[in-house]
């Protein structure tokens, strides 16, 4: 049986996406198994998602249009992993601690839990320190990666949070 055209290349794209999904898998294995990572499926983030299911969400995302773009997309996945280790429930945080400023001190929160962890290169601490701009106004992304988790992490979050049951 012949393939036509069309066939051909979808069934290629399909060799691709799966292809990239096991690459992707890989280049964050360690960190998604990690058990204070781990920890984060307690601590409930947007809609329904747990904290580990939107930095899941963001790390897949981030790789796939990182490679698209030929950018470094295992480091975009490995911080889009990480980027919100803060490992405590952002809705009853400021009821526990009076800190009104969520928003503005969870990537540094995240970043100081992911160095004690994980050995994080330029682009990751990037990608984690500055995921909030522009709430975050003076914490710019300086790398292209960066970029892409900024806008991915609004998406994200946005999606997931327009998903509640």
């Not at 290629?12 to 499926?41: C, G, Q, T």
């Not at 899941?56 to 997309?73: E, G, I, M, S, W």
């Not at 803060?86 to 540094?108: E, S």
């Not at 909030?132 to 992490?153: A, N």
């Amino acid at each position: 049986m012949s393939f036509g055209f069309q066939q051909r290349i979808e069934a290629e794209m399909e060799n691709v996406n799966s292809a990239w999904d096991e690459a992707f898998y890989e280049s964050i294995r360690d960190i998604a198994e990690h058990p204070v990572v781990l920890r984060m499926k307690l601590y409930p983030h947007h809609g329904n998602s747990s904290c580990y299911d939107h930095c899941l969400n963001v790390a897949y995302y981030n790789y796939q249009v990182c490679r698209k773009f030929n950018l470094d997309a295992v480091s975009a996945a490995r911080g889009g992993m990480l980027h919100d280790l803060f490992l405590y429930d952002w809705h009853t945080h400021t009821a526990k601690t009076g800190d009104h400023f969520h928003g503005l001190t969870h990537p540094k929160a995240a970043l100081k839990n992911a160095a004690k962890f994980f050995k994080l290169n330029r682009i990751e601490k990037d990608v984690i320190k500055n995921h909030m701009w522009p709430v975050t106004v003076l914490s710019i992304p300086r790398t292209k990666e960066g970029w892409v988790t900024t806008f991915v992490d609004k998406y994200c979050g946005a999606f997931e949070t327009s998903r509640r049951r």
